[in-house]
């Protein structure tokens, strides 16, 4: 069973355009997160939520809104799609909302722009 | 948050071992030490961590000096299939984890 699953795993669309990546988590963890991952391989979270919550909302464009419907689910949702929106997403849980614990990612979407 | 330093990448033979260190020189009193590993087209995984010493797991040790503000993981007998980026990672509570850029180790036969 996967533990935290991601949709799409390709994602290809015109600039302008608006899409929706959704994840997924089965471990019944609390926190789900999103991250950026451009082409420098640089990883930088966008969101947090705890209990469907936002706890962590880093210097994001506000085309970017994370949903949460429930604790097991973080969607993101992104409008008026840009060049450099294309990157891969990953998104992640953990237990709790602390850096001590253990992240555990999925597979990531990797969204071109065209 | 600590700022870290990790050398942008390393190579290796089958079989070193492999040191890898992460400075964090302003690190805090409640900061813990995370390691993650990604592998190409594959979200990071969680490799170990530490506050203090020395620790160790069946993949890695992890070794943390008394001022705390470097840390050394380190892989036994590497494979192939360590070849990977690893990210050093500082930070507690509630604080936000950096990834950085982290470390491309490549492993050659």
């Known amino acids: 069973d996967t533990a935290v699953s991601q949709t799409p795993k390709y994602l290809v669309t015109q600039m302008g355009n608006d899409k929706s990546i959704k994840c997924e988590q089965n471990l019944g963890h609390d926190t789900m997160y999103w991250y950026k991952q451009d082409s420098k391989k640089f990883l930088k979270i966008m969101f947090s939520y705890n209990n469907k919550e936002l706890i962590i909302n880093e210097t994001v464009p506000n085309r970017f809104s994370p949903k949460s419907p429930d604790k097991a689910h973080l969607n993101l949702h992104i409008n008026s799609l840009e060049l450099g929106d294309s990157a891969v997403y990953f998104c992640a849980s953990s237990q709790e909302a602390s850096s001590y614990n253990e992240q555990f990612f999925g597979p990531g979407t990797r969204l071109t722009v065209l | ?109």
């Open chain 2, 1 to 109: 948050l600590a700022k870290t330093t990790q050398p942008i990448s390393m190579d290796s033979y089958e079989g070193q071992e492999v040191n890898i260190t992460c400075s964090h020189n302003n690190i805090a009193t409640n900061d813990y030490i995370t390691w993650y590993q990604q592998f190409p087209s594959q979200g990071p995984r969680f490799i170990i961590q530490g506050y203090k010493t020395k620790v160790t797991n069946e993949v890695a040790s992890l070794f943390i000096p008394a001022d705390r503000k470097s840390s050394t993981l380190s892989l036994p007998r590497v494979s192939l299939s360590d070849t990977a980026v690893y990210y050093c990672l500082v930070g507690s509570g509630y604080s936000t984890l950096t990834f950085g850029k982290g470390t491309m180790l490549l492993v050659s036969p």
